[in-house]
């Protein structure tokens, strides 16, 4: 059955370093993989989106690369700040079929220390 | 613009009862979709609409679930006799399309079987 993995629940990492999240996911060929932010007591918030046939992809302080060789996507915050603090959700999804819905991992609680 | 809106934000009821949950999508988004988010786990797809007609309702845990959306935007998610195992963040979310494109997340309805 399809699968996704978040690295760790949790991650802690001093202000003004690079948080590096993964996200692995097996049983699954997804045209796109997309990544949201979550606070506690709110909806997911969009933040990147990368497709099959791109590498990387960037915006910001944030940096998201696929392998699809890997079956592996990576989320990086660069000038990490406490603001950034926030559970970040992995959603692997598939071009077309039944897939129109996110499968979303458990996601990582990352927290920046000042 | 208006996000998307839901309404209770919270919804405490018996078991056994009858709950109705409610989603105003983004205006013009044609796709709506209802996830379920229990602690500390990712968003759970539950159902997928297109327009006016449910074009995916795979991830309805069984019969007790049911949702409309009559003219093409609100949504109404219907639980039936809830059990205590319903317990659970309810999130609506809405696109413009389909694959590739960002979901939009209302904030959730929790809700609490007693």
């Known amino acids: 059955s399809q699968k996704i993995e978040q690295n760790s629940e949790a991650l802690n990492i001093q202000e003004g370093k690079t948080a590096t999240l993964t996200c692995n996911y097996t049983?699954?060929?997804?045209?796109?993989l997309q990544w949201y932010r979550q606070d506690p007591g709110r909806g997911p918030v969009f933040l990147l989106l990368i497709r099959e046939n791109e590498k990387e992809k960037r915006k910001e302080r944030l940096k998201v690369t696929f392998d699809t060789t890997l079956k592996q996507s990576l989320f990086h915050i660069t000038a990490s700040q406490p603001a950034d603090s926030a559970t970040y959700l992995c959603a692997p999804q598939l071009r077309s079929g039944s897939a129109r819905q996110l499968t979303f991992g458990s996601g990582t609680q990352l927290t920046v220390l000042p | 613009g208006a996000g998307v809106s839901q309404t209770p934000s919270n919804k405490v009821t018996e078991k056994g009862k009858y709950v109705e949950l409610r989603c105003d999508p983004i205006s013009g988004h044609t796709a709506l979709y209802w996830y379920r988010q229990s602690l500390g786990q990712g968003p759970e797809f539950l159902i997928y609409f297109q327009g006016t007609g449910a074009a995916d309702d795979s991830g309805l845990p069984n019969d007790r679930f049911f949702a409309v959306r009559p003219e093409g935007s609100v949504s109404t998610l219907k639980i039936q006799r809830t059990e205590r195992g319903d317990s659970a963040v309810y999130l609506c979310a809405s696109s413009s399309g389909t694959g590739g494109y960002e979901q939009f997340f209302g904030p959730g309805t929790r809700l609490t079987v007693l």
């Open positions: 049983n699954y060929s997804p045209a796109y």
